[in-house]
């Protein structure tokens, strides 16, 4: 797994933090019904979403369609959070759940296209935010296939495990771990080209 | 092995996924294959980009007023429910896993909302019962005659108060509600005193006469002394009577009922049992309602005038099946080298249960003697009270 040990505990450090603090009010605002205090969520958490949505879709366009999605379940669904893990693991995993059903959904579209037009099956048209100084990271994974762009980002960058991924994209384990070696194998060709 | 089998073992090695064996087959490989090990720069190098990556990316607009456009009314669970459902429809694998997630919270939400209730009515229950049981005073009803509490003659209802004495006298009955846990009839000459109403202790002293209790409150909650023992109700219906010099007899007629008192073994008296009471000594050995006349006279002779094993002898020769529980204690009350013919008498009219063996009984095997007392219907949470004795 390539999130290094310090960068993961920063991430769990991070997750604690929110939910000692402020998010808790929050969330227990917005379950009441505090659209105010559910707006202060999505600036909170807008940035990190977005970077998930935008990773594994590698489109902009799509990305803030899927955001808006995610923060919309999110509203519908945070009478069901009940604090059992930190409120930002909740939104990020409701996240990835959101941005796959989207990539399936545009899949399923792509597949049927595909009979007819035989276009390629995977969308390059970046749009991408430039993300500073990892830009070209960000591009070679934005131009993987999308499974294995899905489950690279997943495990290398989001740390899930390779059983978590399996059921997260309906695929078995073996085939998250065979698409994490090919993208790595064809980031790699990216980034020394 | 070949670098190429090498290779996809490598991304395990690095995601710390293989067992340490092959971790050690691995670095030996790395020592000596040049390509292996540029594969390894390379997944480092990765790693060190992926940690590098900013883990929030702004979105090149604000995206909350579409967001806040799309806000509808809160969903309640159903509809969230509903919604899963829908999504289900859809064929998302992981809205089946959230449907699922959902409706086992609804499901807990429902036991925890019926496990409230139940607290809810159990608590307000318990306060009342609590209100109910905690009387300092316990009402008494004339059924005959003219009891007297104290020095008043009580010509209906009264109240009798804890220190109070209520007496009946040759042509007087009286009832007493035992808070709400049962209640004690007086017979005609009993005199009787109000010790304690707390919740756990509902407490009558005896001085004399003859009483009726029917109790339905929880084991250990009622109790009655007397000059020579204490009659601790276990769930049940029973007659005590005693007289002035401390001779008494217990008569069970539902449930049991335990006697003791500091001179040695408690009795436990089944429903259908007497058991008599001499001052100074300890509660005699229960005996069935059927029992022989020869019987009875021996095991007064055992119990209250050092029969011993001559008294022993005539019981057994004259007990019959309704007295194998007298002979269940009899054989904590004989002597060591008696038991062993009591025990014998005994499993003649009941079998011993699973797993108990003579020896292990005359032993005091704990676990056996409470296998017996089960057998007689005594259960084991009071029985083990007796048996250390």
């Known amino acids: 797994m390539l999130l290094t040990e310090s960068a993961r505990a920063e991430v769990v450090l991070e997750r604690v933090q929110d939910s000692a603090t402020m998010i808790p009010g929050l969330v227990r605002q917005a379950q009441n019904g505090d659209r105010a205090a559910f707006e202060q969520i999505y600036r909170e958490n807008v940035g990190r979403v977005y970077a998930i949505c935008l990773r594994i879709l590698a489109n902009s366009a799509r990305a803030q369609e899927s955001t808006q999605d995610v923060f919309v379940r999110a509203w519908e669904m945070i009478g069901t959070f009940r604090g059992?893990?930190?409120?930002?693991?909740?939104?990020?995993?409701?996240?990835?759940?959101?941005?796959?059903?989207?990539?399936?959904?545009?899949?399923?579209?792509?597949?049927?296209?595909?009979?007819?037009?035989?276009?390629?099956?995977?969308?390059?048209?970046?749009?991408?935010?430039n993300p500073g100084s990892a830009i070209d990271l960000e591009r070679a994974m934005a131009a993987l296939p999308e499974q294995a762009r899905?489950?690279?980002?997943?495990?290398?960058?989001?740390?899930?495990?390779?059983?978590?991924?399996?059921?997260?994209?309906?695929?078995?384990?073996?085939?998250?771990?065979?698409?994490?070696?090919?993208?790595?194998?064809?980031?790699?060709?990216?980034?020394?080209? | 092995m070949s670098c190429e089998k090498m290779e996809k073992r490598l991304h395990d090695y690095v995601d710390g996924i293989l067992p340490a064996a092959e971790r050690a087959e691995i670095e030996r490989h790395l020592e000596?294959?040049?390509?292996?090990?540029?594969?390894?720069?390379?997944?480092?190098?990765?790693?060190?980009?992926?940690?590098?990556?900013?883990?929030s990316l702004e979105p090149p607009r604000d995206l909350w007023p579409e967001i806040a456009n799309r806000l509808g009314p809160k969903r309640n669970l159903w509809q969230v429910w509903l919604a899963q459902l829908r999504a289900r429809k859809n064929g998302a694998v992981s809205q089946w896993k959230n449907f699922i997630a959902v409706a086992e919270r609804?499901?807990?939400?429902?036991?925890?909302?019926?496990?409230?209730?139940?607290?809810?009515?159990f608590v307000i229950g318990g306060v009342w019962f609590l209100m109910q049981t905690r009387q300092a005073t316990w009402q008494v009803a004339r059924l005959a005659g003219a009891p007297q509490i104290g020095s008043q003659r009580l010509v209906a209802n009264g109240q009798l108060q804890v220190g109070e004495w209520l007496e009946t006298d040759d042509s007087s009955r009286a009832q007493i509600s035992v808070g709400m846990i049962g209640h004690v009839e007086l017979a005609p000459q009993t005199r009787i005193r109000l010790l304690n109403t707390r919740l756990t202790d509902h407490r009558l002293s005896l001085a004399r006469g003859k009483i009726h209790a029917e109790i339905w409150a929880p084991p250990r909650i009622f109790f009655v002394e007397t000059a020579s023992a204490l009659a601790t109700d276990l769930g049940c219906e029973y007659t005590l009577e005693m007289r002035d010099d401390g001779f008494g007899r217990l008569h069970v007629t539902r449930g049991y009922v335990a006697l003791e008192n500091k001179e040695g073994p408690e009795s436990v008296v089944p429903a259908g049992a007497f058991c008599d009471i001499r001052p100074g000594m300890r509660p005699g050995t229960p005996y069935s309602e059927n029992a022989s006349d020869s019987l009875r006279a021996a095991l007064a002779q055992f119990d209250f005038a050092n029969g011993g094993s001559t008294a022993i002898a005539t019981i057994l020769a004259e007990a019959r099946e309704a007295d194998s529980f007298t002979l269940f204690h009899l054989l904590f009350r004989a002597v060591p080298a008696e038991r062993g013919r009591v025990y014998d008498r005994m499993i003649e009219f009941v079998s011993p249960p699973p797993g108990v063996t003579r020896a292990g009984v005359l032993q005091g095997d704990k676990r056996m003697l409470e296998a017996w007392a089960d057998k007689f219907g005594l259960g084991k949470s009071w029985w083990r009270y007796w048996l250390p004795l």
């Open chain 1, 84 to 129: 059992e893990s930190a409120f930002s693991s909740w939104l990020y995993r409701l996240a990835v759940n959101v941005v796959l059903v989207n990539l399936r959904a545009k899949q399923r579209r792509t597949a049927r296209v595909l009979v007819t037009n035989d276009l390629s099956p995977y969308d390059r048209n970046e749009n991408m935010i």
């Open chain 2, 106 to 121: 609804r499901f807990a939400w429902g036991m925890r909302g019926a496990v409230a209730v139940a607290t809810l009515v």
């Open chain 2, 32 to 55: 000596t294959c040049s390509n292996c090990r540029d594969e390894m720069e390379f997944l480092d190098s990765l790693r060190r980009q992926v940690a590098a990556l900013p883990p």
């Open chain 1, 150 to 193: 899905a489950v690279f980002v997943l495990h290398d960058v989001e740390g899930y495990r390779h059983d978590e991924i399996a059921t997260l994209m309906g695929v078995a384990t073996g085939t998250s771990k065979a698409q994490l070696h090919r993208a790595r194998k064809l980031l790699r060709e990216a980034l020394e080209r």
